[in-house]
């Protein structure tokens, strides 16, 4: 339900001891997202250094987007670090780039989340003009997830409908970018990811327990 992107920016002390934080949020969350800027300031062995801090998902978001071989090679290196899945741009297609990755992913057993929109408004520009696309993209190379973001919930809601309910979403734009906690839950996202709202608060710990709830009241009021 509660992904927590632990990239920078967060509060510097948090930062520099990510037990601290992963201490104060673990027993809220589902799952953690990781990006470039994560990687590049720790490394692999930061990695490893989440995953023996949780027991939860790790998702490195590396917006993949080259041939089948490049993200293939990509995604070798971080088998044995504890990553679980990491995200990739569909817009490469299936034929000599996602094809090649999926069964990379298989053998090494890190799933694939496909970009199928995103929160920021220039994804209106190029990316979702190409939405039904990467939907059946999705359901073709049999990929983890998708992502879409809490910002578009009429998005979200879309891409239910298409896909069903095999295919798990993952939702950025909570808090600072303008989505409410508990919004993309209500039209059809599994995970809202939550970064700034929680790793720039002076009680990440406290912070990420108030989304957790709002979220479930939200849940509960538009399920039943």
Same mark, same amino acid.
């Given at each position: 339900?509660?992904?927590?992107?632990?990239?920078?920016?967060?509060?510097?002390?948090?930062?520099?001891?990510?037990?601290?934080?992963?201490?104060?949020?673990?027993?809220?969350?589902?799952?953690?997202?990781?990006?470039?800027?994560?990687?590049?300031?720790?490394?692999?062995?930061?990695?490893?250094?989440?995953?023996?801090?949780?027991?939860?998902?790790?998702?490195?978001?590396?917006?993949?987007?080259?041939?089948?071989?490049?993200?293939?090679?990509?995604?070798?290196?971080?088998?044995?670090?504890?990553?679980?899945?990491?995200?990739?741009?569909?817009?490469?297609?299936?034929?000599?780039?996602?094809?090649?990755?999926?069964?990379?992913?298989?053998?090494?057993?890190?799933?694939?989340?496909?970009?199928?929109?995103?929160?920021?408004?220039?994804?209106?520009?190029?990316?979702?003009?190409?939405?039904?696309?990467?939907?059946?993209?999705?359901?073709?190379?049999?990929?983890?997830?998708?992502?879409?973001?809490?910002?578009?919930? =009429?998005?979200?809601?879309? &891409? *239910? $409908?298409?896909?069903?309910?095999?295919? !798990?979403?993952? @939702?950025?734009?909570? %808090?600072?970018?303008?989505?409410?906690?508990?919004?993309?839950?209500?039209?059809?996202?599994?995970?809202?990811?939550?970064?700034?709202?929680?790793?720039?608060?002076? =009680?990440?710990?406290?912070? &990420? *327990? $108030?989304?957790?709830?709002?979220?479930? !009241?939200?849940? @509960?009021?538009?399920? %039943?």
């Amino acid at each position: 339900m509660l992904v927590v992107a632990i990239d920078p920016p967060v509060r510097e002390e948090k930062d520099k001891r990510i037990d601290i934080l992963v201490g104060e949020v673990d027993e809220y969350v589902s799952g953690y997202k990781i990006g470039i800027p994560f990687i590049l300031k720790h490394g692999k062995q930061g990695i490893r250094r989440l995953r023996r801090l949780t027991e939860k998902p790790i998702i490195a978001d590396l917006k993949l987007a080259d041939i089948g071989d490049i993200m293939s090679t990509t995604v070798k290196h971080l088998a044995n670090t504890g990553v679980n899945a990491v995200i990739a741009h569909a817009f490469v297609g299936y034929n000599g780039a996602l094809e090649t990755l999926v069964k990379t992913s298989m053998v090494t057993g890190i799933g694939v989340i496909l970009v199928a929109s995103m929160s920021h408004d220039g994804s209106r520009e190029f990316i979702d003009k190409h939405i039904d696309e990467f939907l059946d993209l999705a359901v073709k190379a049999g990929v983890e997830g998708i992502v879409a973001p809490a910002t578009r919930p =009429n998005v979200i809601r879309y &891409a *239910r $409908e298409r896909l069903g309910g095999s295919i !798990k979403i993952y @939702s950025p734009g909570i %808090g600072i970018q303008g989505a409410e906690p508990g919004s993309a839950l209500c039209v059809g996202a599994n995970y809202e990811i939550v970064g700034r709202l929680i790793t720039g608060s002076k =009680n990440p710990g406290e912070a &990420a *327990r $108030e989304v957790r709830e709002i979220q479930l !009241k939200r849940w @509960s009021k538009c399920h %039943g």
